[in-house]
């Protein structure tokens, strides 16, 4: 974790959890998120196992295993093709992101879902939710890291 738990959930209003069954695992960063729940905060969990916190997330996403490239690029999709990016952001402070765009904008999400069994309207909410409650903070373990995709996954 490169932040303290109190400062990057004080204020956050959507949580994306993905490979970490946070409640288990790392107790005290979920008892910051459900914390952050109670104040209003959104909560979205993307796991294809059956973890405690998905239970108690507005949206639980569950992937066949090794689709994270797939819905993670789904998900920009939507939010390219939405327009809901931080333009700001995105000229400030990245390089390659047209070529980025490119690259996710064939991740259309009836073709996502075929790959990975998200739904494509459970996908689009997914985005939305994530890319309109900000600031928004992507929490990960283990589970998106330690495969043959897991560098894909975080870059």
């Known amino acids: 974790m490169t932040n303290s738990v109190p400062e990057f959930s004080a204020h956050t209003q959507c949580f994306l959890i993905t490979g970490s ?9 979920a008892s910051h998120v459900l914390e952050a729940r109670e104040r209003g ?4 969990v993307v796991d294809p196992r059956e973890v405690q916190i998905g239970r108690l997330a507005d949206l639980y996403l569950r992937p ?14 939507v939010i390219i093709g939405e327009g809901l990016e931080d333009r700001g952001f995105i000229e400030a402070r990245t390089e390659g992101y047209e070529e980025f765009r490119q690259a996710v904008m064939e991740y259309i999400p009836e073709r996502v879902e075929e790959i990975s069994g998200i ?9 939305r939710m994530y890319a309109t409650n900000k600031p928004a903070a992507i929490l990960y373990a283990m589970g998106i890291t330690q495969h043959t995709t897991g560098t894909d996954n975080v870059k």
């Open 41 to 44: 905060a959104k909560i979205i």
């Open 64 to 77: 066949r295993p090794g689709t994270d490239v797939a819905w993670l690029n789904g998900m920009m999709h």
């Open 119 to 127: 739904s494509a309207d459970d996908l689009r909410a997914a985005a």
């Open 21 to 29: 069954n946070t409640t288990e695992a790392h107790p005290l960063v």
